[in-house]
């Protein structure tokens, strides 16, 4: 069974311009969250979505987007990009029936310069 | 709100040693509590979770961590470290909602 899949797995960008990061889930799994890593801040929740729907969002500006499609593929954009959203961005998917047991992708490691 | 925090941003063992990372929680409801391990360049992996069900849990790669209510400590432990522990251990607690809370980390080194 394939895991959760990440790309691309490096982006370098400069300042105020706008990326997208893609994630496919593991087959059957509906929810599907974002998560921030960096030296600095560690782990930081982003969103998760569900069939579709954000169901919580972090503490980030609204800059931070994302979105789910009906096969459960999720996207995740940043616009106007600061240096400090140079970070490594982690995707993970579940099913509800796994009680927060959450399965991640190697990630994208975002540079911005 | 729920939290963790884990003593010890970096730990040093030997081969062979017994490995000791420490996490204690914060909440005022019974929470799910983990320990995710992240290797150099990948994402994390669970290594086991507590819901409840035994205070002892027993995870992957020989990790086990007991839950002390009186303690409001979650600690992970392996008798015995082998060179591939070698990373990043983190603890959380679930929050609602798949979201997580994780700790700052702990790097585990071990020599031989």
């Known amino acids: 069974k394939a895991g959760v899949t990440q790309t691309p797995r490096y982006l370098i960008k400069t300042r105020g311009q706008q990326v997208t990061l893609s994630c496919s889930p593991i087959?059957?799994?509906?929810?599907v969250s974002w998560y921030q890593q960096t030296p600095g801040q560690g782990l930081q929740f982003l969103f998760e979505y569900f069939s579709e729907t954000q169901r919580n969002k972090g503490n980030f500006p609204g800059r931070f987007s994302g979105r789910q499609f009906s096969n459960s593929r999720s996207e995740m954009n940043v616009s106007t990009l600061e240096l400090g959203d140079s970070a490594l961005y982690l995707c993970a998917s579940t099913r509800t029936d796994l009680a927060g047991k959450l399965f991640f992708g190697s990630g994208t490691q975002l540079s911005v310069l | 709100a729920q939290s963790v925090t884990q003593l010890g941003s970096h730990v040093s063992v030997s081969e062979g040693a017994l490995v000791l990372l420490r996490c204690n929680y914060s909440?005022?409801?019974?929470?799910?509590l983990f320990w995710y391990v992240q290797y150099p360049n990948q994402g994390l992996q669970l290594l086991l979770k507590y819901t409840s069900a035994a205070t002892l849990v027993k995870g992957i790669n020989g990790f086990e961590a007991e839950f002390k209510k009186s303690e409001t400590s979650f600690h992970l432990t392996k008798p015995s470290a082998h060179m591939s522990d070698a990373a990043e251990y983190f603890c959380?607690?679930?929050?609602?909602?798949?979201?997580?809370?994780f700790g700052t980390g702990t790097r585990l080194l071990v020599s031989p």
């Open positions: 959380a607690v679930s929050t609602g909602f798949q979201k997580l809370v």
């Open positions: 909440s005022s409801v019974p929470p799910y």
């Open positions: 087959s059957g799994h509906r929810s």
